[in-house]
Every structure is written in structure tokens, then in C-alpha cells.
């Protein structure tokens, strides 16, 4: 997969190179290319905002620099474009699985009060273009959230985990909070693992661990419970 991004803090974004994600990068799983905003500048000053029109506080970001840095950046095959903003739809795990089997991906990182809105128009007569949001809080510009969506997508690609395995058991994968996990030693501070994970019995550890999912998720995320299909829960889910 090929990954372009365009920010005018591309600096911010050199930790996609380290520890998790350098090895895919080496064994060419992932391909990824971080763009200056500011090359697609003219004037001295290298300014990519204004002010806004109605007015209010803030800046946007120039459609001229955008769209400029966008042609070029999305040549060819049409990509499919993601812009961070916390005015879009909620990035989720299934989002981050469809974003997986694409070819290329750009994303398109604002500051500020975000980027004048007919750039988006623009490019959505090109390519698919998704404006998406990680969550329900404000932060200072969508570098940050790039960071957590690439992160979630090069994790699912063939071949950058370890073990394929990790991925299906993920929270979420069957619309449950991933339980507790322990490992050696039986006790530390007097607490000790739970018997059943110590039985060797496969089918009571999965019974286990589904409850313990189950009810976790009713704890935290009572919202994803009621979201689940009703015939995904057996008798004994039910029962909890
Ligand atoms: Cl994608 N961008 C910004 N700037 N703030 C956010 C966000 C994105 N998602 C949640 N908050």
C-alpha cells in the first residue's frame, strides 16, 4: 500500500518511521511519503491561510495551496482521500479494515479552523474523498489523528504483525471489548490468575473469555451491546 500525506508540520509525523510501522516500511508492505504543504507556496511569506469569510475567529486554510498540492499529490490512479476534521464521521475498526485493501490512500492534514470547504468539492468529482473524525474531542490539527489512522490501517496489512492472529482476536472484531489478559508469574501480590485459564480446558477458556468480554463491554461500552445482532449472542450471553 502507498500512503502520501500532506501537512505543513511533515516533522510531526517522522514517529510512522520507528518502531512499529519502520519494519513494514523496510520490507516495502507499506510505502509512505510525507509532502511539505508549503512547496505548493508562491508568495515570500509561504502563507497557506486567511481569514475566514462571514467572519468569526480563526483561519482556513487557501483552496489555491490545496489544490495545487492535491493535483499533484493524487496523480494517476485516483487515491482515496481522507481528510481529518473533527466535523466528520467517526473513524471506526471496520473503517480502518476498508481502508486496508486499498492501493493508496492521501490524507489531507488541516490546521487551524480547517480547509476551505471547495477543495473537498473539487476532488470529490475525482475520487472518493472522506472526511473523518477519531473521536469526540478538538484537537490543535489533524496530524495527530494521521498518526492513529495509519497506525490502525498498516496494522492490518498482510505480513506487518507478527502474528495474523493478533488482528482477528482485536476488540471490536466481533463487536466486543477484547477481557483481561495475564501472564506468568500464577501469583504476583497475592493475586492470582484466574483458575480457568491454568485448566488446559480450550472450551471453558473460550466460554471464559467470551464472558468476561461480554461483560466488560456492558460495563464500558454499553452502547456497543445494543448494536450487536441479536443472533450473535447465545443462551448463556444472554444470560449475563
Ligand atoms: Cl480528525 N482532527 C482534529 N483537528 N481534531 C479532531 C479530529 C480530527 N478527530 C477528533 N478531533
Avoid at 507499506?30 to 509561504?46: A, G, I, M, Q
Avoid at 488446559?200 to 464500558?220: P, S
Wanted: net charge negative.
Amino acid at each position: 500500500m502507498r500512503i502520501d500525506i500532506v501537512t505543513i508540520f511533515p516533522e510531526y509525523l517522522d514517529p510512522l518511521r520507528g518502531a512499529l510501522l519502520g519494519r513494514a516500511i523496510e520490507r516495502g508492505l507499506l510505502n509512505l511519503d510525507v509532502h511539505d504543504l508549503r512547496r505548493w507556496t508562491y508568495d515570500v511569506h509561504k502563507g497557506v491561510d486567511d481569514s475566514p469569510y462571514g467572519g468569526g475567529p480563526g483561519m482556513v486554510m487557501k483552496p489555491q495551496v490545496w489544490g495545487e498540492a492535491l493535483d499533484e499529490v493524487c496523480a494517476g490512479e485516483p487515491p482515496r482521500l481522507v481528510v481529518p476534521t473533527p466535523a466528520g464521521r467517526p473513524f471506526t475498526q471496520a473503517m480502518a479494515h476498508e481502508y486496508a485493501t486499498e492501493s493508496r490512500l492521501v490524507f489531507a492534514c488541516g490546521r487551524y479552523e480547517g480547509i476551505d470547504q471547495r477543495v473537498i468539492d473539487d476532488a470529490s468529482t475525482r475520487m472518493r474523498v472522506d472526511e473523518v473524525s477519531i473521536g469526540d474531542y478538538v484537537l490543535v490539527g489533524g496530524e495527530v489523528a494521521v498518526m492513529v489512522m495509519v497506525e490502525a490501517v498498516a496494522r492490518l496489512l498482510p505480513g506487518v504483525l507478527g502474528n495474523p492472529l493478533s488482528a482477528e482476536q482485536d476488540s471490536f472484531s466481533d463487536g466486543l471489548l477484547e477481557g483481561p489478559s495475564y501472564t506468568r508469574p500464577e501469583v504476583w501480590r497475592d493475586r492470582a490468575v484466574p483458575e480457568v485459564l491454568r485448566s488446559g480446558n480450550h472450551k471453558a477458556i473460550d466460554r471464559w473469555r467470551r464472558d468476561q468480554a461480554i461483560e466488560r463491554t456492558f460495563a464500558r461500552r454499553p452502547d456497543l451491546l445494543a448494536a450487536l445482532p441479536p443472533e450473535s449472542l447465545d443462551k448463556h450471553d444472554r444470560a449475563l
